[in-house]
Structure formats: structure tokens, C-alpha cells
């Protein structure tokens, strides 16, 4: 017999096309249909149902551009089905689904007359069970939202869909079906079956028996099936396939622990408001889901979603709170969102555990050990300690498979932090947080497992995500009959816990990965959206300013502590840590609405600083600084209030063709074109220009990312380079400090005006920078040659900091050309080095190069992006940043230097009183406070977070300022913790002994 395997699998498919889909439904019955169409925003059901429905029909044109349609369908079940069996009454709702995958385009929520949830509806998930059998009544409500497909195939092209001022009006989509279905059961698991068993065929080997067999199976199923009659001869089918499907794994297949999930994602190509209606569709999906299926276990992250939910969807809240209970519905992570990690401040990052865990704790008594981050741009080297300080024990991420030039090498493995903290860590190697079970994918995750030999299993999160969706039926099919198939991976329906217990369990002692887990792809996200990553850095230090004059206010004073104010504002301020809105990769929407969020949280804690203030100060004639730094600053003392030291006058000369500015540590030569040509340390007596270089260069590159526009910078931009050098005009102004050298230059239709002043006292050049930016796919760096041979960068990150190498010795160091630093960089050799500081920017490059026998190294900071997409007009407009240059500068120096551009002084006229003591001290400059506040259970006890930032082993004393009963070191969650920091405690003096980088949190109970 001569065989043809390809034509055989050809015609299987074109079977399953042709007869067995259309076959899944043995009837539809059509529905009376109206409708109503939301003037603007979306609205409850009691809000919709009262309004004035009118006639609608199938093939009509609904939806504006993020708008919303009510349908309501009425009707009833045809009594002839009393007749059938094997059946299932079903709502079939098609709005117009496209080929697009689900999450980016229409979707739609089922309601029953009482304004219960039914399930919701989407492109791969059509089908609503209806609880009224044959001769029965219909009545549904139908939210259809009008979700446009802002991806568009991912093209990257300019889109006007993110903005509602600039989508349109024209309606997206043609209602295709709203009707009753009689669902074909033994047809519809035919085609669970035909579908395993295709699939399988096309992972084995052309000269596998196993696959030959299977393949005959199906071809003689296309032959002894009559298509004419695909309901009455599916049984048949089935019995046919049953053999080879129940034929079992080997003993040594990769076992796959199948938890089901929908990432989805806080904003994105959506805002945020459409979110919460996301989360109430795919949670109405999985109760569902489970309903139906009691061994089926689905995990979600990201509390503010469970938060969404309860707010705006009681019942179902009540519902997923009755599904956790039962262990069917996980929350995992632990975290208010999914977070980026990378741009967070270490304060931030804690507190995303510190609310996360909490409301879990409060709503459902379940305690996430497990961090969920599938989705995030790389992971900072500091989330190991902050993740055990949360206590976490597992940590789970997907995003790193997409490197662009290194593979992970490890799929099981413990992460270690920067202070020693490891964290038993999962990399699915079925490299999708979306799977849908397919052969394909079971495969994939089998043949790319790392650990094979001493590991046997990995995790596999499935269902739709992104936009979310989650699991479906098919899904949960496609799980069964791999439970145990030939040639294939053994799969399992299972929970995150499970999984990590039984990983834990075979492999304990897996390799280790130590420092930070760098996405090799994604590394603009440290750049775009500079406005939303400003108000991000800002409010995170208003959140230090307020939580600090707060608290003493309360316990100098007694004023009352804004507790629930400041949880509010960190609910904002966390939610738009979301890793699609701090790093600048959503739709201007989003963007939009982060900018004026951060507007109203200046507002907020400027009432809560004020507030404090007053409370402390009184009222009357003087004036008094506020000093919420950790260092001493103007001769005020760290976390205290008092009285403004005035600084000499600073000045600046104009020398020929160019300016000088100097002190009596510094001199500061700038030429004609508004260039740095000399730094001049007179302590060290050396120059830090490089001969023939030039600092404060403004560069201009093409930004032309070969995919993700908002999201990369491809190394290819450094081949596009133009120096801003032409056409500067420079004088000098006056300022409240005196005087500064003013530098404006103008380029294509953009402006930039810069302010250099040199510090009256200190080697430190401080440079104001304001651009008018009317660029597109432009990237503008602010350059910084310095002669100083460092072999490293040091940048600072939560908690402390890590070096990188300048070189390029291996691909690794050469993937690494972006890299995000917080507040400072630091550059130098043996005995010195130069601090570049920075308030507002994330992404550096520091590279080296040689004259002659010198070698030199240049930091650069990115100062704007300009992508088209998804926003095209990201970044349009005015910026203002501040970076400041501080000569002959170590680490200590740079911390200091980090603090002091980013928490300046504040003041506050009118009081009656100058000095307030501080309620904590610390004897050693390298024990560094992040956070003073009360704690989180109302108790009225302070709260101290300090973590050592030189990286060195050390002790020193913190001396509280007020009476205290105990002094015990917490988690995050401020529950106490074996002491580990705390060597002993004399009265109101607490001895610390802290390793490198050590974070530590202290809990005083007030007396008094």
C-alpha cells in the first residue's frame, strides 16, 4: 500500500473543518433582540436595564470605538428538543469576533434578569450555559464592550484606537449571532479527541510507529464516520480513537503540573476601567469553569484586581470568595499588581507585598508564598531579600525566555539577591503564560527543560491571557486526555503550592542564578513615558515625606494618623507600577490618566505633609526646613526639622569665548557651543575630560526598534548618532542660590534649554534640563566622558546596588548596552570615582574607550524616547529632569548624593516653632533609613525600614526619640521576626550588626 501521511492529515483536518465544527451545534433557535447603546462610559446593570431598548438584528453594526451596547435577548427554548439527548441548551453569542486572538477585541458579559453574572463571551469562548431546558424561557442581558484592536497583528504602526479623543465614531463590529443552541456533546468530544490526537501527530517523528498508528486511526475514523450524519455517528468516532488514546506516557515522560490562568494585564492596550470589567468576565469564566469541573484549580494574581471585583461586583466577589475557600479559585503572588521590577524604588516594591498580602489575608485568610510574575521586563537583584522579607518561599517568571541573544540556562533553580537571599525560583520552559495545552506546546516544554536527569517536571499556566479570558472547556479536554497519552508529556491539573512542594520536593539542591535576571529585549521600557516615570519618582518620595511628618506628628503631638489616606495614595501610586504603565508601553489613555493621577497625589500628600507640619511647627512669623532625607542636609539633621543654613552665593564667570564656574573644589570650563570641556578636581588635582572629548554632549539617535517600539532599544541605534553642538546661545542668570549659566539650543523642532551651576562648596555640578521634545522615533542621551579607567558601573537599585561591567567580553556583558539605574551612577577606578545622580531617569549606557594608551569611560544617561507606538504621541512636549555630576565621589558619596537630589528640603513659612527632633537616629552612615511610619494594624507602634547601602558588613546604633516598650525586627508585614539585625537593646539605644545590603524592619510599641 503505498501511504501518503501528508495527504492522510490533510484530509483528517478538512473533516474536522468541514463536518465536525459545523456539527457541534445540532440546532440554533433565534431570540428576540434589542438593544441599548451607553452614551459614554460604561454603567452598571441597574443603571442599563432601566433604559429604552430598541430593535436589534443580526448583521447590524454596533460599537464605537471603547464604547458599549446592551443587548437583551428573549425567546425560548424549541420544545422539539425535549426529543434529543447528549445535549446541552446553550446561549451561542458571536458580536463579530475577528481572527484576532481574545483580549483585543470585543468581549461581552452574560447577565440573568437579576443582574446575577451568568459567563462571559469571546472570540474561543462562545458557548453560555443556560439553566432552562426544551420548551423554557430565555431572558439575557448582554454587556457587549466595543474594544478596538489596538495591536493590530502587532505591527507597530501608528494607531489612533488609544485615545478616545482621536479613535472615531464609526461602529467596529457586526453582531453576527445571538442565539439559542443545542450543543452535540458526543460531537463535541469527538473533536476534544481528534484535536489530541492531530496534535500529537504533529510533534512525533515522521518515523514513529506510534505516530503512523495514530494517524491510521484518524483516517479511518474520516472513513467509517458518515458525514452526512456526523451527530449519529460520532460515537462510532469515538470508539474508534479510543484504542490509541488510551494507550499510556512512558514511565519517563516530563510531567507538566497544568495550573490554570489568565494574565491579565492591569492596562495595557486598554485602560484601566476596562480592566475591571476583564477581571469580571474571566472570573465569571472560571467559576464557571469549576462548576463543572471540581478538580479544575485556576490561579490570579494582582489584589487591586480582587479589589476591582469587590467593589464594582459584589455577588461575584462572594463567589470567587466561596471558590478559594474551596481550593479551586489560588490568589498567588502576593503583590498589589504585577509589578515592573526594575523602576520601582525599594520602598514601593515592598509595599506591593505589604498591601497585596494583606488584603489577601484580610478577604480571604490565604497567605501567598509564591511570587507570580510572569510578564514582567527583567528582575532586579534585589527581589530575593524583598520577596523573603515578605515571606515568600517560590518565585515564578516567564518573560526572561525572551531573551534576544543569551537562553537562561536554568528552568528550576534558586535566585540569589544582592544580600545573600535565595528564593527556590520556576522558568516554565513552555515559554508562554497563555498556553492552551496544545501538543505542540506540551512538547516545547518537554524538549526545552533544563534540569532534565534531576528534575522531571515544570509548571504550565493555561488559559487566555493578556487581555484575560482564562481557561476554557476545551482546555480543560485537551488536559484530560493527556493526563497519561503515549507520546506525550503527562499532564495534570494542579495548583501553584502543589507544584512548587513537589519541585522542591526531587530537587533539592538546584543550581544557582546569583544577581540580576536582565531581559535582553525591552530596554526602552527604562525610558518612555518619561512623565509617567517623573510622577512615579516624585510620588514615591512625597509617600517617604508624608509617612514620616505623619508619624511623628502622631506621636509628638497626638494629631491623628492618616492611615486610610495614605493607603489610598499607595494604592494609586503601586497600581501604576503595573509593568505596562511604569514602563511606558500602554496607550496614551493610560498614560493620560497616570499624569493626572500623580497630579492629584501631589495634592493629596501635600495636605498630609502640611497637615503634619502644622501639627509640629504651630503657626506664626518664622520659617522652618523639613528635612525627610536620611542624611543631614543645610545643617539640618536627618528625618528633623530646623533652621536653613544659607549657602554661599554661587557664580559663574564669562572667560573670552567661554565660562568658567568655580569654588574652591572645582573648576568648570564650558565653551562657546554650551560643551564641558574641563572638570577640574582640585583636592585630587586632575582633569576628568578626557583630552579631545567634551561632558554635558547632548546626542540625538534614530530610535527604529526592529519590533516593540515602546518597549526596545536595539543596539543599532548607537550606528545613528548626532551630536547637538550647533547653534547654542549661553549667558548667565540670576537664581535664589545665585548665579547659573543658561544654555538654550534648538534642534529639527525641538528645544532644549540646560541651567549648569556649580555648587558653592562641594565638587558637585548641578544641570537643570528642560526640553521641549517634538521628536518621533528619536532617542536623546545626555553624555558624560569621564578619564577615569573603571572596569564597572555601579548602579544604584532597591536596597542597595550592583556593579555591571563597561566591557564587552562575552555576549552577556555585550546584551547588556541599557541598563536601569535609580537615582545614582557611579563610575571609578582604585581610590576615585565621579557620581552621576539623576531625579527622574532610569535607562544609562556606560561604555569605555581609548586614546592612545588612556582608556576613558563615558556615562550616559537616556533622556526621551520618541515611539509611535502603541502611543504616537508618546513623550510630546515639556520635560524638566535634573542630574547632578559629583567629582571625586565613592559609594557613601554617591547614596548621599542620590538622597539629596531627590528629597530636598522643605520649607514651610509661617510657624511658631523651628526645631523638631527626629523620632530615630543612626551613628553609621552606611545604615540608611527608607521609611519611618506606623504600623499597618493600627496599633499606633512606629516603624522603622533601614538597609545597609555600602555593601559592606557593619555596626552601628539607632537611638529612638521617643519611649518605647520593645524594640522587635519585623517582615515586611511587621510580624515579628527571630531577631537577625539586632544585636541588643540599652534603653532606647538598639544595636545592629548588618551584612551587606541588609534590609531591616523595626517595630517600637509606643508608650506614653
Known amino acids: 500500500m503505498h501511504y501518503d501521511s501528508t495527504l492522510v492529515e490533510a484530509r483528517i483536518r478538512r473533516f474536522r473543518g468541514e463536518r465536525l465544527v459545523p456539527a457541534l451545534y445540532r440546532s440554533t433557535a433565534p431570540l428576540a433582540l434589542t438593544c441599548w447603546e451607553v452614551p459614554d462610559e460604561p454603567v452598571p446593570f441597574v443603571d442599563a436595564v432601566g433604559q429604552q431598548f430598541l430593535p436589534a438584528e443580526h448583521g447590524m453594526m454596533w460599537g464605537r470605538p471603547w464604547g458599549t451596547v446592551w443587548f437583551h435577548a428573549e425567546g425560548k427554548v424549541p420544545a422539539a428538543w425535549a426529543d434529543e439527548d447528549e445535549v446541552r441548551v446553550e446561549l451561542v453569542v458571536d458580536l463579530g469576533f475577528t481572527g484576532e486572538q481574545p483580549g483585543f477585541q470585543a468581549e461581552g458579559t452574560v447577565y440573568a434578569p437579576s443582574g446575577r453574572i451568568i459567563k462571559a463571551v469571546e472570540p474561543l469562548n462562545r458557548g453560555v450555559g443556560l439553566d432552562t431546558g426544551p420548551g423554557g424561557e430565555v431572558d439575557v442581558y448582554l454587556e457587549a464592550a466595543a474594544n478596538p484592536n489596538v495591536a493590530q497583528s502587532f505591527l507597530f504602526v501608528p494607531t489612533p484606537y488609544g485615545d478616545k479623543a482621536t479613535a472615531g465614531d464609526a461602529r467596529l463590529y457586526r453582531l453576527a449571532q445571538i442565539e439559542v443552541g443545542l450543543l452535540d456533546l458526543p460531537v463535541w468530544e469527538l473533536q476534544q479527541d481528534v484535536d489530541a490526537l492531530l496534535g500529537l501527530v504533529g510533534q512525533l517523528p515522521s518515523s514513529s510507529q506510534r505516530r503512523a498508528e495514530v494517524l491510521h486511526a484518524l483516517d479511518r475514523l474520516v472513513d467509517e464516520m458518515d458525514p452526512d450524519d456526523v451527530s449519529g455517528t460520532a460515537a462510532l468516532g469515538r470508539s474508534i480513537l479510543e484504542p490509541v488514546l488510551s494507550r499510556p506516557a512512558s514511565a519517563s515522560a516530563h510531567h507538566l503540573h497544568a495550573v490554570g490562568h489568565a494574565h491579565i494585564d492591569s492596562a495595557w492596550l486598554w485602560p484601566t476601567r476596562e480592566t475591571v470589567r476583564k477581571v469580571a468576565r474571566t472570573f465569571s469564566n472560571v467559576c464557571d469553569l469549576i462548576d463543572e469541573n471540581p478538580d479544575f484549580v485556576f490561579a490570579a494574581s494582582s489584589a487591586q484586581q480582587y479589589a476591582w471585583l469587590k467593589q464594582s461586583y459584589p455577588e461575584l466577589f462572594e463567589r470567587v470568595r466561596e471558590k478559594v475557600a474551596s481550593g479551586n479559585f489560588v490568589p498567588v503572588g502576593g503583590m498589589w499588581v504585577e509589578s515592573d521590577t526594575n523602576l520601582p524604588g525599594g520602598e514601593a516594591l515592598a509595599r506591593q507585598f505589604v498591601l497585596g498580602k494583606n488584603f489577601f489575608l484580610r478577604e480571604f485568610g490565604v497567605e501567598c508564598e509564591e511570587v507570580w510574575l510572569p510578564d514582567s521586563f527583567g528582575y532586579s537583584a534585589a527581589l530575593p531579600q524583598i520577596m523573603a522579607a515578605a515571606g515568600a518561599r517560590w518565585f515564578l517568571t516567564q518573560k526572561i525566555s525572551w531573551n534576544e541573544t543569551n537562553t537562561m540556562p536554568h528552568h528550576t533553580f534558586r535566585w540569589e539577591g544582592i544580600d545573600g537571599s535565595r528564593i527556590f525560583t520556576h522558568f516554565p520552559p513552555v515559554d508562554t503564560y497563555n498556553s492552551d495545552l496544545r501538543a505542540e506546546e506540551l512538547a516545547r516544554a518537554e524538549r526545552q527543560y533544563a534540569e532534565k536527569g534531576q528534575g522531571t517536571m515544570s509548571l504550565v499556566p493555561f488559559g487566555h491571557g493578556d487581555g484575560g479570558g482564562g481557561p476554557t472547556r476545551e482546555m480543560i479536554a485537551a488536559a484530560r486526555r493527556t493526563r497519561s497519552l503515549e507520546g506525550s508529556p503527562t499532564v495534570e491539573l494542579s495548583g501553584p503550592r502543589t507544584f512548587f512542594e513537589a519541585a522542591e520536593a526531587e530537587y533539592g539542591e538546584p543550581p544557582v542564578w546569583s544577581g540580576e535576571m536582565y531581559l535582553e529585549f525591552h530596554r526602552g521600557t527604562y525610558t518612555s513615558q518619561a512623565r509617567t516615570k517623573r510622577g512615579n519618582r516624585r510620588s514615591e518620595h512625597l509617600l517617604r515625606e508624608a509617612e514620616l511628618w505623619a508619624s511623628t506628628a ?107 564656574l568655580e569654588n574652591g573644589t572645582a573648576r568648570v570650563e564650558v565653551d562657546a557651543t554650551g560643551l564641558i570641556r574641563s572638570l577640574w578636581d582640585k583636592t585630587a588635582e586632575r582633569e576628568l575630560v578626557p583630552a579631545g572629548s567634551a561632558a554635558n554632549l547632548l546626542q540625538l539617535h534614530r530610535d527604529t526598534p526592529t519590533q516593540w517600539d515602546a518597549w526596545d532599544i536595539d543596539e543599532h541605534y548607537r550606528r545613528n548618532t548626532t551630536d547637538l553642538v550647533e547653534g547654542a546661545a549661553l549667558s548667565i542668570v540670576d537664581g535664589p542660590a545665585g548665579q547659573a549659566l543658561r544654555i538654550e539650543r534648538s534642534f529639527n523642532a525641538s528645544r532644549v534649554v540646560q541651567h549648569l551651576a556649580l555648587d558653592a562648596s562641594a565638587p558637585r555640578l548641578q544641570i537643570s534640563t528642560e526640553v521641549d521634545w517634538h521628536e518621533q522615533k528619536k532617542l536623546l542621551k545626555l553624555a558624560f566622558p569621564l578619564d577615569v579607567h573603571a572596569e564597572r558601573a555601579t548602579s544604584e537599585i532597591q536596597f542597595g546596588h550592583i556593579h555591571r561591567p563597561t566591557h564587552a567580553n562575552t555576549s552577556w556583558d555585550a546584551a547588556r548596552f541599557e541598563t536601569v539605574a535609580h537615582r545614582w551612577v557611579h563610575v571609578g ?103 519611618v511610619k506606623l504600623a499597618e494594624d493600627g496599633s499606633g507602634d512606629v516603624v522603622v525600614r533601614l538597609y545597609e547601602a555600602h555593601g559592606s558588613r557593619s555596626r552601628g546604633t539607632l537611638r529612638a526619640g521617643f519611649a518605647h516598650a520593645s524594640a522587635v525586627e519585623t517582615d515586611l508585614l511587621e510580624r515579628p521576626l527571630e531577631d537577625a539585625a539586632i544585636l541588643r537593646r540599652d534603653g532606647d539605644v538598639v544595636h545592629l550588626d548588618l551584612r551587606p545590603f541588609q534590609l531591616v524592619t523595626l517595630r517600637f510599641a509606643v508608650t506614653g
Open 554 to 660: 502622631t506621636v509628638r503631638t497626638g494629631a491623628p494618623y492618616p492611615a486610610e489616606e495614605l493607603r489610598a495614595v499607595w494604592e494609586t501610586v503601586l497600581l501604576q507600577q503595573f509593568h505596562d504603565i511604569l514602563p511606558g508601553t500602554s496607550i496614551a489613555w493610560v498614560h493620560q490618566e497616570a499624569e493626572r493621577n500623580y497630579a492629584e497625589v501631589a495634592v493629596r500628600l501635600g495636605a498630609v505633609i502640611e497637615a503634619a507640619a502644622r501639627a509640629l511647627l504651630g503657626r506664626g512669623r518664622e520659617t522652618a526646613v523639613l528635612n525627610a532625607s536620611p542624611f543631614a542636609v543645610a545643617g539640618i539633621e536627618a528625618l528633623a526639622a530646623g533652621v536653613e543654613v544659607p549657602a554661599a552665593a554661587r557664580t559663574v564667570t564669562r572667560t573670552g569665548d567661554g565660562f568658567l
Open 829 to 931: 577606578e582604585p581610590g576615585y570615582g565621579v557620581a552621576v545622580a539623576n531625579d527622574s531617569t532610569y535607562g544609562h549606557d556606560t561604555t569605555r574607550s581609548t586614546a592612545g594608551r588612556a582608556t576613558s569611560t563615558t556615562v550616559r544617561l537616556s533622556l526621551l524616547r520618541a515611539p509611535v507606538f502603541p502611543d504616537p504621541a508618546a513623550d510630546q512636549g515639556s520635560h524638566r529632569m535634573e542630574v547632578s555630576v559629583l567629582l571625586g565621589a565613592n559609594i557613601p558619596d554617591a547614596v548621599a548624593e542620590g538622597y539629596r537630589l531627590n528629597v530636598p528640603p522643605r520649607t514651610v513659612p509661617e510657624v511658631a516653632r523651628t526645631a523638631v527632633e527626629p523620632l530615630v537616629r543612626l551613628d553609621n552612615p552606611a545604615h540608611v533609613v527608607e521609611a
